[in-house]
């Protein structure tokens, strides 16, 4: 079945260092790929999307890139700030069935210091 | 316009007993689904619904059930609670005309079963 692999946290980072989460998937169809982030307490927040290959998700200095030869969709960002600090889920969403489910990674959980 | 809502916002039950969570979609949107999150782990898909009926089921057992009202708001029922059943309960909707597969999440529901 579909599946989602994230890098294991926590990802301990100071400010203005370069970020990168890596994500991998397995899916049987062609699905869309998303990065969610959640904050403490709080719900998911979506931060960036790609429906295809080759397409680029970008938000807030976020970036990702849907590579299909090698089924990641890497997260970046060049330069973290504290309020980056949260917990980033990777995800895919296809159809079945007549209707369709998100699957989502473990999570990372990234600090940022000051 | 509102986003997703849900409630209660949080829920104490005692093992043995039933819940009821409630979730009301952003205005438009036909679709709703749920995710379960324990603490520490990515969202599980448990229901999606579409036009009052359910488009798919993730892996959980008969205990749990859900139903879509004609205003489009949903209910997740869970019976005979279990400690395992605690979690942060997440509802989702999905509007058409909205990004392929893209999802927009309500602040949850956080179950405690003692």
């Known amino acids: 079945g579909d599946s989602v692999t994230q890098m294991e946290g926590p990802v301990t980072l100071s400010e203005e260092a370069f970020l990168t989460i890596n994500c991998t998937y397995t899916a049987t169809g062609y699905p869309s790929l998303f990065w969610y982030v959640q904050y403490p307490g709080e719900g998911l927040q979506l931060l960036l999307k790609a429906t295809k290959a080759d397409d680029k998700g970008s938000n807030k200095g976020f970036e990702a890139t849907y590579r299909k030869e090698t089924t990641s969709f890497h997260l970046e960002k060049g330069s973290v700030q504290v309020s980056d600090s949260a917990v980033y889920f990777c995800?895919?969403?296809?159809?079945?069935?007549?209707?369709?489910?998100?699957?989502f990674g473990a999570g990372t959980r990234l600090f940022v210091k000051a | 316009d509102a986003g997703v809502t849900q409630s209660p916002t949080h829920l104490i039950k005692t093992r043995g007993q039933q819940v009821t969570l409630r979730c009301s979609p952003i205005?438009?949107?036909?679709?709703v689904s749920w995710y379960q999150q324990v603490l520490g782990q990515g969202p599980q898909f448990i229901f999606q619904y579409y036009e009052k009926e359910e488009r798919g089921r993730g892996n959980f057992p008969d205990r749990f059930s859900a139903r879509q009202f004609p205003n489009y708001s949903s209910e997740l029922n869970v019976n005979a609670l279990l400690l395992g059943d605690s979690a942060l309960y997440l509802c989702a909707s999905l509007g058409a005309g909205t990004g392929r597969y893209e999802q927009y999440f309500g602040p949850g529901t956080r179950l405690t079963v003692t």
């Open positions: 995800a895919l969403s296809d159809r079945n069935t007549g209707g369709f489910k998100t699957i």
């Open positions: 205005s438009g949107h036909k679709s």
